[in-house]
């Protein structure tokens, strides 16, 4: 099925070890982000890429990385996870004229 | 002050009432986008809008350029519309800004 693919689902980290949260779509589309949902809040973006080889910050990227080798796939890397970085991510990606396309989510807990 | 505010936060309905949401916004826009999100669940795109008006099934979606305003508009609303409904609005930039969602719960 067309889509955006993330994963893993659920995962729980421990303070300090780092993970990649994996994203995929097979749409062709140039631009994807990736956000993160807290209680209370709306979705904020952490970083985006509107290309293969392009990225740049949103609103909350300390303690994230990503990188975009393909046009497919854009993961985003936790360094040294922490407490605050509980929360549900989503991945989207947007062809523009097009609207967004989510992924399912990923519920990290850091404890 | 939020660059998008949804009202109401939360919403009761009766099965088969009209519901309206209503999102302002504070700056320019290329599109704005209804998003539904149900309990636990993922987010599915509902509208893109850049002027005037969009339906799908009972879903309606208006926007007011001019007036920096959208609604979102059920007809004949079912326990099953029962989300969390989220607007959000997108810059020249492709990167979206998003309200803090109303919580619709349709009761039989």
């Known amino acids: 099925n067309a889509g955006v693919t993330q994963t893993p689902k659920f995962q729980v980290l421990k303070t300090g070890q780092s993970m990649t949260l994996q994203c995929a779509q097979d749409m062709n589309h140039e631009y994807m982000s990736w956000y993160r949902q807290d209680p209370g809040m709306g979705l904020r973006l952490i970083h985006y890429?509107?290309?293969?080889?392009?990225?740049d910050q949103g609103e909350v990227p300390n303690g994230y990385n990503v990188s975009r080798s393909t046009t497919e796939d854009f993961p985003l890397r936790l360094l040294s996870a922490a407490p605050s970085q509980t929360s549900v991510y989503f991945c989207?990606?947007?062809?523009?004229?097009?609207?967004?396309?989510f992924g399912s989510g990923t519920r990290l807990t850091v404890v | 002050k939020n660059e998008v505010e949804q009202s109401p936060q939360n919403l009761t309905a009766q099965e088969g009432e009209f519901i309206t949401i209503n999102c302002s916004y504070s700056v320019g826009i290329s599109a704005l986008h209804w998003l539904q999100q149900h309990p636990g669940g993922g987010i599915v795109s509902l509208f893109m809008l850049s002027s005037g008006k969009k339906k799908h099934g009972r879903l309606i979606a208006t926007i007011n350029i001019q007036e920096k305003h959208s609604s979102l508009h059920i007809t004949a609303s079912h326990p099953r519309d029962s989300a969390v409904y989220i607007c959000?609005?997108?810059?020249?930039?492709?990167?979206?800004?998003f309200g803090t969602g109303t919580l619709l719960a349709v009761q039989p």
């Open positions: 989207a990606s947007s062809s523009g004229a097009g609207g967004y396309t």
């Open positions: 890429s509107v290309g293969a080889g392009i990225t």
């Open positions: 959000a609005v997108e810059g020249a930039t492709n990167k979206l800004i």
